[in-house]
């Protein structure tokens, strides 16, 4: 089979060869290509996709796919500067930004009738990632331009960008559609997840109007592309661990976007993915009954609270999609590797019974410190305990 064969095949639960292996290797790629520490064997790799299709892996893409996903702004004034100086001559690709050769800030600016709002972010080579330093809203007074904002923004679909990604990808695996983000997580760019969560405890009316304009949008731009051929799998870029997503938020914030949202893409065949992080026990019976068909990155103990096992029965669904299992812990294990990935690869697949409905991945990410050898590992380890007899 190929990739994009298993990937459908686990979701619809079929009969696969083996269970997809598909490491989320994007911070991995980029830190090791920015610090000129890529692996001998995959020296020449200039995009995660070459060394996915090196290791053999089966891709289930979603990082330059959201770029076919588009904000616009129907009024106000916004403007993007981008600064920095890295030395490098290709582009920087990230969880959430796509910086221009040789740069590594972004600041963004919106200006509103009821003010100027500000965003800021930084690109690190010894994180391989980006972080937000700024965040767009800073204080409640700024609630008439931040809402202004929202009542501006228009999302819009780039069906030629996402056709090429597409291309790109082939028979190695499936591109996955940025669906946005449920109204939470759009509350948490906002303002930062800590005075989201102060502001929702002490505005509730106010954030779920501004819930609802994000909702609304959302649920519009789906609207619009789920009946092209080329989407199949759509994904909300969230980071659902209920850590910032008590059940109390995710029942007022997540759980109308989320359940709408998999009745549309449901009655076309299609499947509804949400990204994870983290603890989801107690999030898990929502999401069921949300409708989501897979949490990307269910992360067993210690960092997670939810073992694959589990996932099916937490969820209320044998059809859920198991996503998940390459933990950190194990990722950076520096004794004993091949016997150790191998014999935790195989308790995996052994729990699993069946194994239909699972995608061998990792836990939300790939550490950066993760050695190569250990990645070629849990491949081996796939192959040889995720056949389905």
């Not at 695996?173 to 669906?179: I, N, Q, S």
């Not at 946005?180 to 509730?204: C, Q, V, Y």
């Not at 999609?321 to 004794?335: L, Y």
Request: a negative charge; aromatic letters at 14%; charged letters at 25%.
């Amino acid at each position: 089979m190929t990739g994009r064969e298993r990937i459908l095949a686990a979701f619809r639960g079929e009969k696969m060869d083996f269970v997809p292996f598909s490491p989320n290797i994007y911070q991995w790629f980029y830190y090791h290509l920015a610090n000129r520490k890529l692996p001998a064997e995959i020296a020449h790799a200039r995009h995660p996709f070459d060394a996915l299709r090196h290791l053999g892996a089966d891709i289930l893409a979603r990082w330059d796919t959201q770029l076919a996903t588009r904000e616009i702004y129907t009024a106000g004034e916004f403007s993007e500067f981008y600064s920095g100086e890295t030395g490098e001559d290709e582009p920087l690709i990230t969880s959430f930004n796509c910086y221009p050769p040789r740069k590594n800030k972004c600041a963004r600016k919106f200006v509103s009738p009821y003010g100027t709002l500000t965003q800021t972010w930084a690109y690190t080579k010894e994180a391989g990632a980006d972080f937000e330093l700024g965040f767009w809203w800073k204080s409640w007074d700024e609630y008439p331009a931040v809402r202004f904002m929202l009542e501006c923004l228009e999302y819009t679909f780039d069906a030629a960008e996402f056709h090429r990604w597409v291309e790109r990808v082939g028979a190695d695996g499936m591109v996955m559609v940025h669906l946005t983000e449920s109204p939470l997580k759009r509350l948490h760019w906002l303002a930062g997840p800590e005075n989201a969560s102060l502001f929702i405890m002490d505005h509730p009316a106010e954030m779920q109007a501004l819930a609802r304009i994000h909702e609304r949008k959302a649920l519009t731009l789906l609207e619009d592309i789920v009946d092209n051929l080329e989407t199949e799998i759509f994904i909300s870029l969230d980071n659902l661990d209920s850590v910032f997503y008590p059940p109390c938020f995710y029942k007022d914030y997540c759980q109308s976007f989320f359940s709408q949202a998999a009745e549309i893409i449901h009655r076309r065949g299609k499947f509804f993915v949400v990204h994870a992080c983290g603890h989801n026990r107690v999030l898990l019976p929502l999401v069921g009954k949300s409708g989501v068909d897979c949490l990307e990155g269910i992360t067993p103990p210690p960092l997670g609270d939810v073992e694959l096992n589990e996932a099916r029965k937490l969820a209320g669904s044998e059809n859920f999609v198991v996503n998940g299992g390459m933990d950190a812990p194990h990722q950076e294990i520096t004794e004993d590797t091949e016997a150790r990935l191998h014999e935790y690869t195989r308790r995996q697949m052994e729990s699993m019974g069946d194994k239909r409905h699972f995608i061998f991945a990792s836990s939300c990410n790939t550490s950066y410190l993760t050695p190569w050898e250990n990645l070629v590992c849990f491949r081996d380890a796939a192959r040889e305990y995720g056949g389905l007899d």
